[in-house]
């Protein structure tokens, strides 16, 4: 058993890593790009977000692209804090509101590209900002007729403190997805910015995190999902660990679900390799809690037995020491160095990937989605 799980999870973390670059590098496959401008449908779908709402308006209608070819449409799930007022007062032909009772980020949605015109559809949240030519750079890529989804590089605000953490974890994401990217199709898009062919989508099911769910349908229909490190954009931290750790576990137990719902996609025999990373990146990483906790129970059992298992203890009680000073210290600046801020972020994680573990199982879902972000309270929210 000990052993078992090391090797989950240094494949995980290690071996997976090592074949997607011995991928990228054996076997590339370039992109081309472009200058076309596509009509453009920027899909904002939203509950309660009048604190953002007017600056996301004007920061689309600010990108560098032509507005005679570009929508765009908030879709307004049950707002009652004035969103949906200050959407209609908005002075731009281009901005439509649909304002609906509260059903649900996922049914919003799909009632919304229902309303689009649009060639491509851009998913974007309405707390997240875009670089001036993050939509030119976002739409480069569908030149090429194999491409048939693009994901934004997504990012924190560089004077926003805090968030070691999860800034650790979006550098190594985005160093996965570029590689991803030279050799094929990024596993999945998140939800900040991406956008796919419009003849791409497919209504997303209840339950389901949306932007996985939506993105993998493009490598369903044997198109290509790539990563444009061009389309930056920015969006806020949450108001607190509290509010980071309910969002992880309200994320981890719907993507959990997504992958069940898509689990046909890890057949080799169709999909090839783009089998074997969403095995690797969305089923093993969110189950890897499971060989953790089995590693945790196996090592000090194993104490008597040799020196690499007294090592393995001693190594996750200093672990989780560091996380629980990490923890204790979380508010002031001590506790926000990375000695501390790293193992407190990996055991909040693995704590959330545990809770969500348990939500499937039970059968628990989160269909009403509420936004955790950087404001002086914790808000009730992705």
Known sequence: MFWGAVGVILYTYIGFPLLLLARALLRPRPVRRGAETPSLSIIIVAHNEAEYIVQKLDNALAQDYPHDKLEIIVASDGSTDGMNELVEAYPAPEVRLLAGPRRGKNPTLNIAVAAARGDILVFTDADSM????????????????????????????????????E?????????????????GNVTSATGQLYAIRRALFQPVASGVTDDFFTSVRVPSA?????????????????????????????????????????RHLMNPAEYGFYALQVFSHKLLRRLIALPLLVLAIAAPLLWARGWIYKLATLGQVALHGLALIGFLLRDRSIGRLKIFSLPFFFDMVYSASLLAIVNVFRGKRQDIWVTERATTEDAAHQ
């Open 130 to 165: 875009l670089a001036p030519n993050s939509l030119r750079n976002l739409v480069a890529p569908f030149a090429d007729p194999e491409v048939g989804g693009v994901c934004g590089d997504y990012r924190y605000p560089s004077k926003a403190k805090g968030g070691s953490g």
């Open 167 to 183: 800034r650790t974890y979006w550098n190594y994401d985005r160093i996965l997805k570029q590689l991803q990217t030279r050799g």
């Open 222 to 262: 044997h198109r290509r999902l790539i990563f444009e490190p061009g389309a930056v954009v920015t969006g806020p931290l949450a108001a607190s660990e509290g509010a980071e750790f309910k969002r992880k576990v309200r994320i981890m137990t719907r993507g959990l679900n997504s992958v069940w719902l898509s």
